[in-house]
Protein backbone atom coordinates (compact mmCIF):
# COMPACT_ATOMS: atom_id res chain seq x y z
CA UNK A 1 0.00 0.00 0.00
CA UNK A 2 1.55 3.57 -1.13
CA UNK A 3 1.75 5.46 2.10
CA UNK A 4 3.11 9.33 2.50
CA UNK A 5 3.34 9.93 6.07
CA UNK A 6 4.13 13.67 6.75
CA UNK A 7 5.85 14.73 10.81
CA UNK A 8 3.55 16.48 12.98
CA UNK A 9 1.83 19.75 12.91
CA UNK A 10 3.90 23.08 14.14
CA UNK A 11 3.97 26.14 15.95
CA UNK A 12 6.88 28.67 15.11
CA UNK A 13 7.63 31.71 15.94
CA UNK A 14 8.36 34.84 12.80
CA UNK A 15 12.47 34.62 12.01
CA UNK A 16 12.50 31.02 12.97
CA UNK A 17 13.21 28.42 10.78
CA UNK A 18 11.67 24.89 9.84
CA UNK A 19 12.04 21.28 8.33
CA UNK A 20 9.00 19.18 7.76
CA UNK A 21 9.30 16.12 6.30
CA UNK A 22 7.50 13.65 4.46
CA UNK A 23 8.45 9.87 4.28
CA UNK A 24 7.03 7.37 1.64
CA UNK A 25 6.24 3.55 1.42
CA UNK A 26 4.73 1.19 -0.12
CA UNK A 27 6.19 1.73 -4.16
CA UNK A 28 10.05 2.56 -5.24
CA UNK A 29 10.84 6.19 -3.62
CA UNK A 30 13.50 7.10 -6.59
CA UNK A 31 10.96 6.25 -9.05
CA UNK A 32 8.52 8.66 -8.95
CA UNK A 33 8.63 13.01 -7.85
CA UNK A 34 7.56 13.96 -4.75
CA UNK A 35 5.82 17.34 -4.41
CA UNK A 36 4.70 19.86 -1.79
CA UNK A 37 1.13 21.80 -1.90
CA UNK A 38 0.46 24.91 0.23
CA UNK A 39 -3.04 25.09 1.72
CA UNK A 40 -3.75 28.31 3.37
CA UNK A 41 -6.61 28.94 5.56
CA UNK A 42 -9.52 28.65 3.66
CA UNK A 43 -7.94 28.95 0.02
CA UNK A 44 -6.96 26.75 -2.66
CA UNK A 45 -4.39 24.40 -3.63
CA UNK A 46 -0.98 25.57 -4.45
CA UNK A 47 2.30 23.41 -5.93
CA UNK A 48 5.19 24.81 -4.47
CA UNK A 49 8.13 22.47 -5.83
CA UNK A 50 8.88 19.02 -6.68
CA UNK A 51 12.11 16.58 -6.55
CA UNK A 52 12.93 13.68 -8.41
CA UNK A 53 14.58 11.63 -5.38
CA UNK A 54 16.34 9.44 -7.94
CA UNK A 55 18.37 12.27 -9.30
CA UNK A 56 17.31 15.08 -6.62
CA UNK A 57 16.45 17.16 -9.87
CA UNK A 58 14.35 20.12 -8.21
CA UNK A 59 11.69 22.35 -9.99
CA UNK A 60 9.99 25.84 -8.06
CA UNK A 61 7.32 27.61 -8.86
CA UNK A 62 8.01 30.95 -9.19
CA UNK A 63 6.07 32.43 -6.88
CA UNK A 64 7.98 29.75 -3.84
CA UNK A 65 11.66 30.03 -5.99
CA UNK A 66 13.81 31.56 -2.92
CA UNK A 67 11.22 31.14 -0.19
CA UNK A 68 11.72 27.37 0.71
CA UNK A 69 14.23 24.81 -0.27
CA UNK A 70 12.95 21.11 -1.08
CA UNK A 71 15.50 18.48 -0.74
CA UNK A 72 15.17 14.54 -0.22
CA UNK A 73 17.30 11.87 1.30
CA UNK A 74 16.55 8.42 -0.60
CA UNK A 75 18.22 6.21 1.55
CA UNK A 76 15.82 7.22 3.84
CA UNK A 77 13.00 7.42 1.73
CA UNK A 78 11.88 10.93 2.82
CA UNK A 79 11.50 14.39 1.20
CA UNK A 80 11.56 17.62 2.65
CA UNK A 81 10.41 21.24 2.85
CA UNK A 82 12.10 23.29 4.60
CA UNK A 83 12.04 27.66 5.41
CA UNK A 84 15.14 29.65 6.71
CA UNK A 85 12.92 32.18 8.13
CA UNK A 86 9.11 32.09 8.39
CA UNK A 87 6.86 34.65 7.65
CA UNK A 88 2.95 34.65 9.31
CA UNK A 89 1.80 34.34 5.64
CA UNK A 90 3.74 31.16 6.07
CA UNK A 91 0.74 29.94 7.79
CA UNK A 92 -0.63 27.13 6.08
CA UNK A 93 -1.60 23.31 5.65
CA UNK A 94 1.17 21.55 3.79
CA UNK A 95 1.02 18.37 1.62
CA UNK A 96 3.03 16.55 0.22
CA UNK A 97 2.13 14.33 -2.90
CA UNK A 98 3.37 11.29 -4.97
CA UNK A 99 3.62 12.42 -9.19
CA UNK A 100 4.66 10.81 -11.83
CA UNK A 101 2.76 11.82 -15.28
CA UNK A 102 -0.55 13.23 -12.43
CA UNK A 103 -0.47 13.69 -8.86
CA UNK A 104 -1.85 10.58 -7.11
CA UNK A 105 -1.26 9.81 -3.77
CA UNK A 106 -1.63 12.53 -0.73
CA UNK A 107 0.32 12.36 2.91
CA UNK A 108 -2.09 13.20 5.60
CA UNK A 109 -1.16 17.33 5.81
CA UNK A 110 1.50 19.15 8.19
CA UNK A 111 -0.03 22.28 9.57
CA UNK A 112 2.19 25.00 10.27
CA UNK A 113 1.34 28.02 12.26
CA UNK A 114 3.68 30.99 12.02
CA UNK A 115 2.76 33.26 15.29
CA UNK A 116 4.68 35.58 17.23
CA UNK B 1 2.38 30.73 -16.67
CA UNK B 2 -1.17 28.36 -17.09
CA UNK B 3 -4.45 29.78 -15.58
CA UNK B 4 -7.01 27.44 -14.99
CA UNK B 5 -10.13 28.48 -14.46
CA UNK B 6 -13.44 26.75 -13.03
CA UNK B 7 -17.18 27.32 -12.98
CA UNK B 8 -19.52 27.37 -11.07
CA UNK B 9 -17.60 28.56 -7.97
CA UNK B 10 -20.12 27.00 -5.72
CA UNK B 11 -22.65 24.37 -6.66
CA UNK B 12 -25.99 23.42 -4.96
CA UNK B 13 -26.76 19.99 -5.56
CA UNK B 14 -29.95 17.32 -4.66
CA UNK B 15 -29.01 14.14 -3.91
CA UNK B 16 -30.02 11.79 -7.01
CA UNK B 17 -29.42 14.86 -9.79
CA UNK B 18 -26.81 14.74 -11.74
CA UNK B 19 -24.03 17.41 -11.29
CA UNK B 20 -21.45 19.38 -14.14
CA UNK B 21 -17.81 21.27 -13.30
CA UNK B 22 -16.07 23.06 -16.01
CA UNK B 23 -12.82 23.71 -16.26
CA UNK B 24 -10.68 25.53 -18.76
CA UNK B 25 -6.88 25.97 -19.05
CA UNK B 26 -5.27 29.42 -20.90
CA UNK B 27 -3.10 26.51 -23.27
CA UNK B 28 -3.94 23.21 -24.10
CA UNK B 29 -2.96 20.44 -21.93
CA UNK B 30 -2.55 17.86 -24.88
CA UNK B 31 1.26 16.49 -24.50
CA UNK B 32 2.72 15.47 -28.39
CA UNK B 33 2.52 11.39 -27.00
CA UNK B 34 -1.35 11.45 -27.14
CA UNK B 35 -2.45 12.32 -23.45
CA UNK B 36 -3.93 15.00 -21.95
CA UNK B 37 -2.43 16.42 -18.36
CA UNK B 38 -5.51 16.76 -16.80
CA UNK B 39 -6.46 15.82 -13.47
CA UNK B 40 -9.79 16.32 -10.82
CA UNK B 41 -9.55 15.97 -7.53
CA UNK B 42 -12.04 15.81 -4.09
CA UNK B 43 -11.37 17.59 -0.84
CA UNK B 44 -13.75 16.42 1.39
CA UNK B 45 -14.11 18.43 4.82
CA UNK B 46 -11.20 18.21 6.79
CA UNK B 47 -9.44 15.48 4.50
CA UNK B 48 -6.51 15.46 2.22
CA UNK B 49 -7.42 16.00 -1.45
CA UNK B 50 -7.75 13.14 -3.05
CA UNK B 51 -7.58 11.52 -6.89
CA UNK B 52 -10.64 11.52 -8.68
CA UNK B 53 -9.78 11.46 -12.70
CA UNK B 54 -6.32 11.53 -14.16
CA UNK B 55 -5.26 12.49 -17.64
CA UNK B 56 -8.39 13.74 -18.64
CA UNK B 57 -10.69 10.39 -18.56
CA UNK B 58 -9.49 7.98 -16.28
CA UNK B 59 -11.03 6.92 -12.94
CA UNK B 60 -8.40 6.61 -10.46
CA UNK B 61 -9.13 3.06 -8.36
CA UNK B 62 -11.49 3.16 -6.14
CA UNK B 63 -13.77 6.03 -7.97
CA UNK B 64 -17.50 5.29 -7.80
CA UNK B 65 -18.35 5.18 -12.07
CA UNK B 66 -20.68 7.95 -11.14
CA UNK B 67 -18.07 10.02 -11.61
CA UNK B 68 -16.57 10.52 -15.10
CA UNK B 69 -14.36 13.26 -17.16
CA UNK B 70 -14.14 14.57 -20.42
CA UNK B 71 -12.42 17.07 -22.60
CA UNK B 72 -9.75 18.08 -24.77
CA UNK B 73 -7.20 21.13 -25.11
CA UNK B 74 -8.75 23.66 -23.40
CA UNK B 75 -11.88 22.67 -21.90
CA UNK B 76 -12.90 19.71 -19.53
CA UNK B 77 -15.97 18.92 -17.67
CA UNK B 78 -16.21 16.47 -14.40
CA UNK B 79 -19.73 14.93 -14.35
CA UNK B 80 -21.69 13.42 -11.70
CA UNK B 81 -24.20 11.07 -12.78
CA UNK B 82 -26.50 10.84 -9.56
CA UNK B 83 -24.87 13.01 -6.91
CA UNK B 84 -25.00 11.60 -3.07
CA UNK B 85 -24.83 13.11 0.14
CA UNK B 86 -20.72 11.78 0.62
CA UNK B 87 -19.91 13.58 -2.86
CA UNK B 88 -19.54 17.10 -0.98
CA UNK B 89 -16.94 19.12 -0.58
CA UNK B 90 -14.21 21.01 -3.16
CA UNK B 91 -13.63 19.75 -5.95
CA UNK B 92 -10.45 20.86 -8.36
CA UNK B 93 -8.67 20.76 -11.49
CA UNK B 94 -5.35 20.31 -11.85
CA UNK B 95 -2.95 21.12 -15.10
CA UNK B 96 0.56 18.40 -14.61
CA UNK B 97 1.77 19.92 -18.45
CA UNK B 98 3.34 22.78 -18.41
CA UNK B 99 6.48 24.07 -16.62
CA UNK B 100 7.67 25.61 -14.04
CA UNK B 101 5.11 24.08 -12.42
CA UNK B 102 1.65 22.36 -12.46
CA UNK B 103 -2.00 24.73 -11.33
CA UNK B 104 -5.01 23.93 -9.98
CA UNK B 105 -8.11 25.76 -10.82
CA UNK B 106 -9.47 28.06 -8.06
CA UNK B 107 -11.77 25.18 -6.81
CA UNK B 108 -15.70 24.48 -6.90
CA UNK B 109 -17.76 24.02 -3.96
CA UNK B 110 -20.22 21.38 -4.01
CA UNK B 111 -23.35 21.03 -0.76
CA UNK B 112 -26.49 19.39 -0.34
CA UNK B 113 -29.48 22.06 -1.33
Known amino acids: EVQLVQSGAEVKKPGESLKISCKGSGYSFTSYWIGWVRQMPGKGLEYIGI????????RYSPSFQGQVTISADKSLNTAYLQWSSLKASDTAMYYC?????????WGQGTLVTVSS | DIVMTQSPLSLPVTPGEPASISCRSSQSLLHSNGYTYLGWYLQKPGQSPQLLIYLGSNRASGVPDRFSGSGSGTDFTLKISRVEAEDVGVYYC??????????FGPGTRVDIK
Open chain 1, 97 to 105: VRHKEYTDY
Open chain 1, 51 to 58: IYPGDSDT
Open chain 2, 94 to 103: MQALHTPLYT
